[in-house]
């Protein structure tokens, strides 16, 4: 148990959501172990405007939002000024959602959010080159901290029916 919430065995066939709203889609810029700053490391970037609506991919807990930096840059000096959400799910992983705007974020720490909920706005906070939104699922390391195993998620795409692992330079729809 964390907090209040109970554990259960990680879920590794999880399907996740996509990020954003139904009737939406977007290119994945930088997939899983990238070249740029994704090495060694299961995240994904999507590329959308300042401002895009950000949904939770997965229900769980609001247990860290940060969302006072207005500033970004394309350097790693940039990194600790990132905005973002992170919500731990019922299996334990805790999925992050970073590059949000000043003032972006639309749940508070200890809210319970849905698969689908609005939870915050794009935009460029942080070590970025552009606007994106940087997601990333990983199992937190409780004896270090500093230590996180990264995982693939598998996103329900299209319509729904598909689930899939994303791909850099692809661009997914979301129509359910």
């Keep these: ?39 060694n490391e299961n995240s994904l970037d999507f590329v959308m405007p300042e401002g895009t609506e950000i949904t939770a ?21 940039c990194a600790n000024l990132a905005n973002y959400i992170s919500i731990l799910h019922s299996d334990g992983t ?28 794009s935009g460029n906070t942080g070590w970025t080159n552009g606007p994106h939104l940087h997601f990333v699922c990983y199992l937190p ?14 996103f329900k795409t299209g319509n729904g029916s598909k689930t899939e692992y994303l791909a850099e330079k692809k661009t997914y729809a979301k129509e359910y």
């Design 57 to 77: 991919a997965r229900e769980g807990k609001v247990i860290e939002a940060v969302q006072t930096s207005n500033k970004g840059c394309p350097t790693i000096s």
């Design 1 to 39: 148990m964390i907090g209040d919430v109970t554990i259960k065995t990680y879920d590794s066939d999880y399907q996740y959501d996509l990020p954003f709203q139904k009737g939406k889609s977007f290119n994945v810029y930088q997939g899983y172990n990238g070249t740029f700053s994704h090495q």
């Design 141 to 154: 390391d409780f004896t270090n901290a500093k230590q996180k195993k990264t995982i693939k998620t598998l």
């Design 94 to 121: 805790i999925a992050q959602y970073f590059h949000l705007k000043q003032n972006g974020v639309k749940i508070k720490i200890g809210d319970t959010v849905k698969k689908g909920d609005l939870i915050g706005l």
